[in-house]
């Protein structure tokens, strides 16, 4: 892991800073976030997508710096434009392990990228913040429906569903890296959460205070419209391969364990790494008992957020806030402040 004093030292460097991230997942919303608060930005870019990046004027990149594909970041290049990179959940993919030697500022806590990347990691981590998680099985202890899941998940492209060992070892064979766990019914909901440690609004965590900012679900090919397939006959295994987002909101009653879950998440976070700084989301599904189970934490900007509009946001802002507004502004007040070495690494 690259030392976080060094990253102390190239930021305090930093006279001023830009926002950069690459163009993928949520870049635009972030660039338009920088843009409401004023503060410039840098797409890094592939020659494939930069028309598409180039065709929003008030979401588009105040400069490109271009690149063959996204496994390289530009990191000399970076910090002499005094950036400040925002990860997301290409950015995470496509670079990999080598997040956690990047020479570069990245906002928030590249401990939590690293939590985020294993399996067995972000499970201890559901653990030790008290949250209810599916039960994860060995293929002989499979009794009942179950999710198999593989590494280094493409927004849950090849998960399958089985139901005994038997049709385990016949989809799956042996030696595979899978994670088993059992499928929990009921209703998805995509929590996105902020952990400020200036801002007003929220619970309060050890460290500063967590924000509820929206909820989304997300829409899965075929498991969302699979009734329709089946009503035609089409006998079609479930999968689930995230093709967008939709709003929702949460019963009310609902909200005071979501929000605890976040703050547990946050607390829990301060003792294994140093803390979250920032957007993150806690993947949930509710079951008519209204018991929440958590598959997933995603430590950083989610693309549940592009919807850009929630109610939870404008209840905490007054008016509406993007978690793309919400990044540009916390790193806006803690430059003012000089405290930016205390939210980026
Ligand atoms: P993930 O890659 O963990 O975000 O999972 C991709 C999708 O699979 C989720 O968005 C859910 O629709 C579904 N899923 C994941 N885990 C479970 C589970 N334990 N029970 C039911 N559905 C799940």
Same mark, same amino acid.
């Given at each position: 892991?690259?030392?976080?004093? +060094? #990253? ?30 004023? #503060? ?47 990860? @997301? ?20 806590? %590249? ?20 949250? %209810? ?29 089985? @139901? ?23 209703? %998805? ?41 089946? /009503? ?36 829990? /976070? ?38 850009? +509009? ?18 540009? %502004? ?16």
């Amino acid at each position: 892991m690259f030392e976080k004093e +060094k #990253i102390d030292e190239i930021v305090s460097s930093y006279k001023d800073f830009k926002i950069a991230t690459i163009c993928s997942h949520s870049a635009l919303q972030i660039f338009h976030g920088a843009k409401q608060e004023k #503060i410039k930005t840098i797409g890094i870019c592939t020659e494939k997508v930069r028309e598409l990046y180039e065709s929003f004027p008030h979401a588009r990149p105040d400069e490109f710096i271009m690149v063959e594909d996204y496994s390289q970041i530009p990191v000399k290049e970076l910090v002499e434009k005094q950036a400040i990179l925002i990860p @997301h959940g290409s950015l995470v993919e496509y670079t990999g392990k080598k997040i956690d030697d990047l020479a570069v500022p990245i906002f928030g806590n %590249r401990g939590s990228l690293y939590y985020e990347r294993s399996r067995d990691r972000m499970f201890d981590w559901m653990h030790k913040s008290g949250l %209810r998680t599916p039960r994860i099985l060995k293929p002989d202890d499979i009794d009942g429906p179950a999710i198999v899941k593989f590494p280094g998940a493409k927004g849950g492209k090849g998960y399958m569903v089985v @139901h005994s060992p038997e049709e385990y070892y016949s989809k799956v064979g042996t030696g595979a890296k899978t994670m088993v766990q059992e499928f929990i019914i009921g209703v %998805r909901a995509y929590v996105h959460y902020f952990h400020s440690f200036i801002g007003d609004a929220g619970f309060k965590t050890t460290y500063g205070k967590v924000e509820m900012l929206g909820v989304d679900r997300r829409m899965e090919s075929n498991a969302d419209e699979i009734a329709r397939q089946l /009503s035609v006959g089409a006998k079609v295994p479930i999968s689930f391969t995230v093709m967008g987002n939709q709003s929702m909101v949460l019963r009310e009653s609902l909200l005071p364990q979501y929000m605890d879950m976040g703050r547990n998440v946050c607390n829990s /976070s301060r003792d294994l790494f140093g803390g979250i700084h920032g957007p993150f989301c806690l993947e949930t599904i509710v079951t008519e008992d209204l018991d929440v189970f958590a598959f997933e934490i995603s430590a950083r900007i989610v693309a549940g957020t592009n919807l850009l +509009k929630s109610p939870y946001a404008i209840y905490s802002h007054g008016f509406n806030f993007t978690t793309g507004m919400r990044i540009a %502004r916390e790193l806006k007040d803690a430059h003012k402040k000089k405290k930016l070495k205390e939210i980026v690494y």
